[in-house]
């Protein structure tokens, strides 16, 4: 710890691990007397600015970024065949001059997608079969191996700098008062149910790294949240198998759906585990 601190400061002190090559505690001030003697507050020194090195084209495999930015607004705003060709038709036609746009029809956005999908972590299909009362009940669902997306994230060069690659400890320094602070845990997973189409409704399942700052994991793009699957709705067997009732139901009925739930999470993580 660094002597020149006030011991009146209020700031948390964050330990290395001895194998990071850092062998002395850094100190983020929250408020008081640190360091120079003047008065400072954390929020300055905890703002962390993160800009992805450019070089190249960062659009590729797309010919250029105008292809990208139109094959990205006809895959957000759910572009049919159709749509594509006829808007592709009128920028390609009279609609503009001198454009950058190389994208001819609908079968060469088709391709370029297929392209650009090889740089990502693929969906897998995936099942699990599960008994109640004697007869049993298959639930089908997507998902992407997580393991293949750590291997991504940490050799990708963008990120190289930002990875916290080794574990710190963290304590925050109250005065005399010294109390330890636990970060979260390495990997977020979030659930919530949402439509996957018009009729059907399921759990998306977003994972997050929290050896990312925030800025980054938090935001789209190389080291943001993954959408790695799909969590099967679960509803009650003795109804309807594929609508999900949230009102109570009997012990039986609630253990049959976690225990589903659970073997969906023992596929999607397996690899994990290894």
């Excluded at 029809?105 to 740089?119: G, I, P, T, V, Y």
């Excluded at 060069?157 to 109250?174: A, C, G, Q, R």
């Amino acid at each position: 710890m660094q002597n020149n601190i006030s011991p009146n400061s209020l700031y948390i002190e964050v330990i290395h691990h001895p194998h990071s090559g850092s062998h002395t505690s850094s100190i983020i001030p929250i408020t008081g007397q640190v360091d120079n003697g003047q008065r400072t507050t954390g929020a300055a020194q905890l703002v962390y600015h993160y800009q992805t090195p450019v070089k190249g084209k960062p659009w590729a495999p797309f010919r250029t970024r105008e292809d990208f930015e139109f094959a990205e607004m006809a895959v957000v705003e759910g572009f049919n065949s159709h749509c594509t060709q006829k808007i592709l038709d009128g920028v390609n036609g009279r609609w503009a001059s001198n454009s950058r746009l190389t994208i001819l029809d609908s079968n060469d956005l088709k391709e370029s997608l297929e392209s650009a999908r090889n740089f990502v972590t693929q969906f897998k299909d995936g099942e699990v079969t599960h008994e109640f009362q004697g007869k049993s009940y298959t639930f089908h669902f997507k998902y992407r191996d997580p393991w293949e997306w750590l291997v991504d994230l940490v050799t990708d060069p963008t990120l190289s700098n930002s990875i916290m690659w080794y574990p710190v400890e963290k304590f925050l320094h109250n005065g005399s008062k010294i109390t330890r602070i636990y970060d979260e845990n390495t990997i977020i997973n979030l659930e919530d149910k949402g439509k996957v189409s018009s009729t059907t409704k399921m759990h998306p399942i977003v994972l997050r790294a929290a050896f990312l700052p925030s800025e980054i994991r938090n935001a789209s793009g190389n080291g943001g949240g993954v959408f790695i699957g799909l969590m099967p709705i679960v509803g009650n067997p003795n109804d309807s198998i594929e609508s999900e009732d949230d009102t109570p139901t009997s012990v039986e009925i609630a253990q049959f759906k976690r225990e589903v739930y659970h073997k969906v999470i023992h596929v999607i993580f397996r690899s994990i585990r290894k």
